[in-house]
T-cell receptor, first 111, second 114 residues
Framework: DAKTTQPTSMDCAEGRAANLPCNHS???????VYWYRQIHSQGPQYIIH???NNETNEMASLIITEDRKSSTLILPHATLRDTAVYYC????????????FGAGTQVVVTP | EAQVTQNPRYLITVTGKKLTVTCSQN?????MSWYRQDPGLGLRQIYY???????DKGDVPEGYKVSRKEKRNFPLILESPSPNQTSLYFC?????????????FGSGTRLTVV
């Protein structure tokens, strides 16, 4: 699976949008981009995923560049409960079982 | 409620004493997986299973065994635990459909081997 690069940490003000970048320049055509988050020592939580098109759900939006080499997760109105480690992962459609987490981005939302 | 249930949540054991951490899911998912999480090393996949009787090694399988005799259960077995297996363990499950939503994780099992 393709590797991803994320910033180590980010701060965000409560109520503002949080934009989390992810670089996946070696992504191949059948690989999806997934985002998870992990709030301290809890099990990781699925946020959103996409292949080519931008996606939106009740938690976040996912913007994937046209060349698919990078993406941005957008939390539209960050709250203190959004403080977590956010993981960007690429996952091949023919290997759903294998899911490798990187170091992720530690996001701290401040009042 | 759709969920992945791990037991126990906390376990302290001694070196060499065989133990099993259970994992069960009620979503009829085909895929199940075990991860361990250690400070500075992040989440690492131990084993995963694509369906009943089909398992494969993840990135750190040494010292662990798994079995998938039923679709809903995926126990993690430590035949002879050692202190370096002290860790936070997560079980997860996922459907196999192409538009799936990724893994649903359990709440974790904190294991200490002394």
């Amino acid at each position: 699976d393709a590797k991803t690069t994320q910033p180590t940490s980010m701060d965000c003000a409560e109520g503002r949008a949080a934009n989390l970048p992810c670089n996946h320049s070696t992504i191949s055509g059948n690989e999806y981009v997934y985002w998870y988050r992990q709030i301290h020592s809890q099990g990781p939580q699925y946020i959103i995923h996409g292949l080519k098109n931008n996606e939106t759900n009740e938690m976040a939006s996912l913007i994937i560049t046209e060349d698919r080499k990078s993406s941005t997760l957008i939390l539209p109105h960050a709250t203190l409960r959004d403080t977590a480690v956010y993981y960007c992962i690429v996952r091949a459609a023919d290997s759903w079982g294998k899911l490798q987490f990187g170091a992720g981005t530690q996001v701290v939302v401040t009042p | 409620e759709a969920q992945v249930t791990q037991n126990p949540r906390y376990l302290i054991t001694v070196t060499g004493k065989k133990l099993t951490v259970t994992c069960s899911q009620n979503m009829n998912h085909e895929y199940m997986s075990w991860y361990r999480q250690d400070p500075g090393l992040g989440l690492r996949q131990i084993y995963y299973s694509m369906n009943v009787e089909v398992t494969d090694k993840g990135d750190v399988p040494e010292g662990y065994k798994v079995s998938r005799k039923e679709k809903r259960n995926f126990p993690l077995i430590l035949e002879s635990p050692s202190p370096n297996q002290t860790s936070l363990y997560f079980c997860a499950s996922s459907s196999s459909t192409q538009d799936n939503y990724g893994y649903t994780f359990g709440s974790g099992t904190r294991l200490t081997v002394v």
